[in-house]
């Protein structure tokens, strides 16, 4: 769709409608393009469109620290080692898709923020990782698995179940 919109995307861009109408790009327009080429069904912005940026900056996941402190003052969570932990299996476990070609899934700062408002709702920070961070990382049983065994049980291992004699 962008394509048909890189006559506006011009210095003094316009556009003629169907209608026969022209729309004219105001002087002072900022135009923001923004995509997650990694994600599945997306693909690379146009060349035509991306000839006519200005500017382009590729966004990173922030520093794990910066991570903890955005997900804190979104969520209200006050417990800061333990979300540093959680930063730390949701990063480990992205860099695990990603060597291991796991790419069914998504693994980032929205999985992060649902755990963690999860995790305080439910108080079992286990449990509440297999329903928002594993289950988004892959539909994959197999990569589930191996997701919960190398990552999310050495630092969140799974409660004991107390079995009274």
Same mark, same amino acid.
């Given at each position: 769709? $962008?394509?048909?919109?890189?006559s506006? $995307?011009?210095?003094?861009g316009s556009? !003629?409608?169907? !209608?026969? =109408?022209?729309i004219n790009?105001h002087?002072?327009?900022?135009v &923001?393009?923004?995509?997650?080429i990694? +994600?599945e069904?997306?693909?690379?912005?146009?060349?035509?469109?991306?000839?006519?940026?200005s500017?382009v900056?590729d966004? =990173?996941?922030p520093?794990?620290?910066?991570?903890v402190?955005? &997900?804190m003052? /979104?969520?209200?969570?006050?417990?800061?080692?333990?979300?540093?932990?959680m930063v730390q299996? &949701?990063?480990? *476990?992205?860099?695990?898709?990603?060597?291991?070609s796991? !790419?069914?899934g %998504?693994?980032? *700062?929205?999985?992060? #923020?649902d755990?963690?408002? %999860?995790?305080?709702?439910?108080g079992?920070? +286990?449990?509440?990782a297999?329903?928002?961070v /594993? %289950?988004k990382?892959?539909?994959d049983?197999?990569?589930?698995?191996?997701?919960?065994?190398?990552?999310?049980?050495? #630092?969140?291992?799974?409660?004991r179940?107390?079995?009274?004699?």
């Amino acid at each position: 769709m $962008l394509v048909g919109l890189n006559s506006l $995307l011009e210095q003094t861009g316009s556009i !003629t409608l169907p !209608t026969g =109408e022209i729309i004219n790009r105001h002087p002072d327009a900022v135009v &923001v393009v923004t995509t997650n080429i990694s +994600y599945e069904g997306c693909r690379g912005i146009n060349q035509s469109v991306l000839d006519r940026m200005s500017l382009v900056k590729d966004i =990173e996941l922030p520093a794990p620290e910066i991570m903890v402190q955005r &997900v804190m003052s /979104v969520t209200g969570a006050t417990d800061e080692y333990k979300v540093s932990q959680m930063v730390q299996v &949701v990063n480990d *476990m992205a860099d695990y898709c990603r060597k291991n070609s796991i !790419t069914d899934g %998504s693994v980032g *700062m929205r999985s992060l #923020i649902d755990w963690v408002v %999860s995790s305080e709702i439910t108080g079992d920070v +286990y449990q509440s990782a297999l329903c928002t961070v /594993v %289950s988004k990382a892959t539909s994959d049983g197999l990569d589930r698995e191996a997701l919960v065994q190398t990552i999310l049980n050495p #630092i969140f291992p799974p409660r004991r179940i107390r079995v009274s004699a």
